[in-house]
């Protein structure tokens, strides 16, 4: 299937083909954990002379989102991007109601953010091999145009008088006590990080712990399928194949039809890699679409992985904060990305402007921006449920079986539960809704969950959940706080509206709530 993979990927322009075995090498290294610690960051005592910005930020592609929101409310923002801030070809899929945010912070026009949709559908499908099948609307149904989206912010973000630097990539930053030199030329109050997964800064932080698992993707937009206005959210047809569950994402594009494979595994260096993932993908795909791959003429193909770890990532130097996928704050089960950045776009402009009025910039007062979120550490178990250890005996159909009866549940509970699951979203109400009445209804498939997950996992995961829920009372206590938070000195306000983000966004009412201190 090799050749196959090689003929397919060689008819598209570029070095694809070597582009994806590239990738899978930077796996192999993750996985088998050899790739050196970079030594990017380091500290001085003596004060720099002068600062010239306010905020520096290392990665143009979503880094520009935030950026923009910063220069609008005055500060001095240069963004530095290692090559031309130009979006991709591929649509970014997300939900309508997401997308407000845009227009809550004044960085798109109702126009402009009509003329970014390039795509919208409906219904959108989750179905599993011999089981449940539900369709839902407004699931991750628009498709973003990325190059008319990242255009139209870059030309507001410079005229509004921010700074792009392109071809300009990070190799270094010293902190300082009045703040940091970034590749020995930016001077800045505060350095965000948005160089994604594999920055160095990141790297440097973790200190070469491996991630706690990994999201495979690979797919593909292409023309030839037969018309279908419909998406999939979720679907799997197959039982487990080398040791992984096969889960398919699909959704109409303006140039095609967009199909994803994916799977979640831990970082064994005997599951399979991305060049395999491929060879499945082509080889399924007639069956998943009911269409001959000589019928499809390619427009790109996709492919990446998503590391993701269960521990909180904070910076230990102070005038430093990751943002996006850097961060991870993206849910285990997610790609990150777009998504991701968008969720927390409002928190982070909000957060951060704080913290710079108030020149809370240390460590452990940006450490506040990074809070821990219940509801996205419960879906920790979830993953594992959704993936088969090497030499682990399964059932084939088990993962199938226990997904088809969840979706089951939370179809009879309604959208209320159904539709912030399929966001990412686990709101303690609707979990506990959903496990009461699956393992009510299916206790031997719950029983057979137990050892595939294993015991610390369970144990590790009720913390979360009795954090989720007491988060959740929290959040509802909180709501009546805002008020007196404001005759508080400007410091302790902006270490309340921290904790008042921390029980909102871990309780998982970020969604449909807006923030306390609008």
Known sequence: MTLVVEEVLKKLPGDVFG?????????????????????????SNIPLETVDWD???????????????LVKRGWRVALLERGVLRGREQEWNISRSELEVFLELDLLSQQELDNAIATQYNPARVSFLGGTEVCINDVLNIGVDP????????????????KLFENTAFDSAVVHPNGVLVSNTFSTRLLLDAMGNFSPIVQQARQGKKPDGVCLVVGSCAKGFPPNNQGDLLASFTPLLNNCQYFWEAFPARDGRTTYLFTYMDLNAQHIGLETLFAEYLRLLPEYQNVELSQLQLQRALF??????????????????????????????????????????????????????????????????????????????FQKAMRASIGQKLDSNQINSLLSAVFAQMQQLGEPVLKPFLQDVVQFSGLTQTLLKTAQNHPFLI????????????????????????????????????????????????????????????????????????
Request: net charge positive; aromatic share 14%.
């Open 55 to 69: 905020v520096v930020i290392c990665g143009g592609t979503l880094g520009i989102l935030i950026g923009f929101a």
């Open 447 to 518: 029983a057979k969950v137990i050892p595939q997950v294993g015991i610390f996992s369970l144990v590790d995961w009720t913390i979360h959940y009795i954090s989720l829920g007491i988060y959740t009372v929290l959040f509802k206590i909180g709501a009546r706080l805002p008020g007196w938070v404001k005759y508080l000195p400007p410091a302790q306000q902006y270490y309340c509206h921290r904790i008042l983000d921390q029980w909102q966004y871990g309780s998982g009412y970020d969604l449909f709530s807006n923030n306390f201190f609008d």
């Open 304 to 381: 990446g992985f998503f590391p993701a770890y269960r521990q909180q990532l904070y910076f230990p130097w102070g005038r430093i904060l990751p943002i996006g996928d850097s961060s991870g704050n993206q849910s285990p089960l997610s790609f990150g990305g777009f998504g991701s950045m968008v969720r927390h776009l409002k928190r982070l402009t909000l957060g951060i402007n704080e913290a710079l009025n108030t020149e809370q910039l240390s460590a452990p007062a940006l450490k506040q921006l990074q809070p821990y979120q219940s509801n996205l550490s419960v879906t920790w178990l």
């Open 19 to 43: 582009g994806l075995r590239k990738s899978d090498r930077l796996l192999t290294t993750l996985r088998e954990n050899t790739a050196p610690i970079p030594q990017v960051i380091t500290q």
């Open 147 to 162: 190059i008319y989206l990242l255009e139209t912010v870059k030309n507001k973000f410079l005229a509004a008088g921010g």
